[in-house]
């Protein structure tokens, strides 16, 4: 299995602040990384597929960026409806994998 | 307007079966994969597998085979994911979602919660 190694796994931001969360696969997953937000108590929700794609409708704010082995979700002002758990996904093999998550709170 | 609507909580004796539904709307039922996924508090998300309902192709994680069967009923246009054996480490949550065309999951259901206890 294709291990995703999520960072960090908790953090404070300002609001107005960049953050950037970061994904290492254990092998290279040719861009088919996807993020996703979870609110407490909700599903989850896409924000970006294929590495860089933005879902229609998320807010621009919203960046995913990376290749090879290596992705990452900037948000590049941050909100307070931001706050939650974020988790990236590969889906280049079988099985897809999850990253641990990023549990983002205001600061 | 793309739904994924999910059966209710279950409450089940460990051993036993538990079958949950995924009941969608708005699409074409049998051309798109449904996945789906498991979370566990402090476990994060698991990928359990996928159904293509048109055809009834499945793929599966590993770790979940002889534990979820999925099947689907074009008829009403439902998937389904049947879990066995049931024991204290499947009370999870239990999401099913559309994998569209280009690639990602872009509807979730709401989750089904199965606690299993005695």
């Known amino acids: 299995d294709i291990k995703m190694t999520q960072s960090p796994s908790s953090m404070y931001a300002s609001l107005g602040e960049r953050v950037i969360i970061t994904c290492r696969a254990r092998q290279d997953i040719n861009n088919y990384s996807s993020w996703f937000q979870q609110k407490p108590g909700k599903s989850p929700k896409t924000l970006i597929y294929?590495?860089?794609i933005l879902v229609d409708g998320v807010p621009s704010r919203f960046c995913g960026s990376g290749s090879g082995q290596d992705y990452s979700l900037t948000i590049s002002s941050l909100e307070f409806e931001d706050m939650g758990i974020y988790y990236c996904?590969?889906?280049?093999?079988?099985?897809?994998?999850f990253g641990s998550g990023t549990k983002l709170e205001i600061k | 307007q793309v739904q994924l609507q999910q059966s209710g909580s279950e409450l089940m004796k460990p051993g036993a079966s538990v079958k949950i539904s995924c009941k969608t709307t708005?699409?074409?039922?049998?051309?798109?994969?449904i996945e789906w996924v498991k979370q566990r508090p402090g476990h994060g998300l698991e990928w359990i597998g996928e159904?293509?309902?048109?055809?009834?192709?499945?793929n599966y994680n590993e770790k979940f085979k002889g534990k979820a069967t999925f099947t689907a009923d074009t008829s009403s246009n439902t998937a389904y994911m049947q879990l066995s054996s049931l024991t204290s480490e499947d009370s999870a949550v239990y999401y099913c979602?559309?994998?569209?065309?280009?690639?990602?999951?872009?509807?979730w259901g709401a989750g089904t919660t199965v606690t299993v206890s005695s």
């Open positions: 996904l590969q889906y280049d093999e079988f099985p897809f994998t």
């Open positions: 294929r590495a860089n």
């Open positions: 159904i293509l309902p048109g055809s009834g192709s499945t």
């Open positions: 979602a559309r994998l569209e065309e280009m690639g990602y999951f872009d509807v």
């Open positions: 708005g699409y074409t039922f049998s051309s798109y994969w």
